[in-house]
């Protein structure tokens, strides 16, 4: 069974400085890749998706299929980039694996 | 367009009761999936619905079920409540098609005493 992993539960930087949020995955196909963000008070959204190759909001995310991970990274973290993240893994099955989340906080 | 719907927003039960959550997708959506949420498990899927029927489903016990109705709105129904069920439900609509992007609703907060 797939399994999606985010070894840090909490991610504290200072605004401006670059952020980096881990996700691994155990899959051995071809999964589709996720990354879904949920700020405060607010519900859960996507954020990015590995397929579209796209930066949202300054966010990126590459899937390394030999490393079996697909990292979040920003290059200078703001303030309203403190939220909830989460990576979901998908195989074509009509639903979503999500990691246990990264709480990030970006102080001023 | 409004986005998805869940009612109803806070529930409160005791244990050996059922109850049915409701969820209405963003118009046009006709698939309808549901998770459940707490902070020990994360996030875990439950169950997906098209066109009325379920297309996949998650590993939960038979407690947990679920339909899907023509107009594309959807329940979810706990029967025989336990504490462990206390959780947030959240209730996600997308386009037909694979690994669409999910919509989600505000959720359904259970609390089961």
């Known amino acids: 069974a797939q399994r999606v992993t985010q070894p840090e539960k909490l991610l504290s930087v200072f605004k401006g400085a670059p952020v980096e949020l881990k996700c691994n995955y155990s899959y051995s196909g071809s999964p589709e890749l996720f990354w879904y963000v949920q700020y405060s008070r607010q519900r859960l959204q996507l954020l990015l998706r590995h397929i579209s190759r796209e930066s949202i909001k300054g966010f990126t995310a590459d899937l390394n299929k030999g490393e079996t991970s697909f990292h979040l990274k920003k290059p200078f973290a703001q303030e309203e980039d403190s939220a909830m993240y989460y990576c979901?893994?998908?195989?074509?099955?009509?639903?979503?694996?999500f990691g246990a989340g990264t709480t990030v906080t970006v102080r001023a | 367009k409004a986005g998805v719907t869940q009612t109803p927003r806070y529930l409160i039960k005791t244990r050996g009761q059922q109850v049915t959550l409701s969820c209405s997708p963003i118009s046009g959506h006709r698939s309808v999936s549901w998770y459940q949420q707490t902070p020990g498990q994360g996030l875990q899927f439950l169950f997906e619905?098209?066109?009325?029927?379920?297309?996949n489903k998650g590993n939960f016990p038979g407690r947990f079920s679920g339909r899907q109705f023509s107009n594309s709105r959807s329940e979810m129904n706990v029967s025989t409540l336990e504490l462990g069920d206390s959780a947030l439900y959240l209730c996600?609509?997308?386009?037909?098609?694979?690994?669409?992007?999910?919509?989600f609703g505000s959720g359904t907060q259970l609390s089961v005493l």
């Open positions: 979901a893994l998908s195989v074509n099955d009509y639903k979503l694996s």
């Open positions: 996600a609509s997308s386009s037909p098609g694979v690994n669409e992007k999910l919509f």
């Open positions: 619905y098209f066109s009325e029927t379920q297309r």
